[in-house]
């Protein structure tokens, strides 16, 4: 599971960290069972307070997206990846819904936005044809 925190975003740290770990659930990359990273770990990996990422892990599990097993660590929760999949597609919906308020404002109409929209699904789907 990899998690990339942007410090100059808008959204606080958490949430970057929130959403990561939600991403890699919904993509398969951390499925049903499997263990997260500790606190004291990721705290260092990301070189954020352990106290935020104990903070991130006490929210996921009342999402019901992980569990602690006190003495063994955080897992993923049976059934996360479909809670992970809905709060991607709203955290994504929101996104776009920003865009497009944006191209609105200045000045687009709802054909060339959708050409815009279009252009980046080519240019995301050719950089992902590349990475795999």
Not at 94 to 109: I, N, P, S, W
């Amino acid at each position: 599971m990899h998690i990339t925190i942007d410090p100059t975003a808008a959204a606080p740290v958490s949430e970057q960290i929130t959403e990561g770990i939600r991403f890699a659930i919904a993509t398969g990359d951390a499925a049903d069972g499997d263990r997260l990273t500790s606190v004291r770990i990721l705290a260092k990996e990301l070189l954020v307070n352990p106290n935020t990422i104990g903070k991130v892990y006490r929210d996921l599990e009342r999402e019901g997206v992980v569990r602690t097993k006190p003495g063994s660590g955080v897992f993923v929760a049976p059934g996360a990846r479909a809670i992970c999949r809905k709060a991607s597609v709203v955290a994504v919906r929101a996104a776009v819904m920003r865009a497009v308020e944006k191209g609105l404002a200045a000045g687009l109409d709802a054909e060339a936005l959708s050409r815009v929209v279009d252009e980046c699904l080519d240019t995301a789907g050719a950089i992902q044809n590349v990475n795999c």
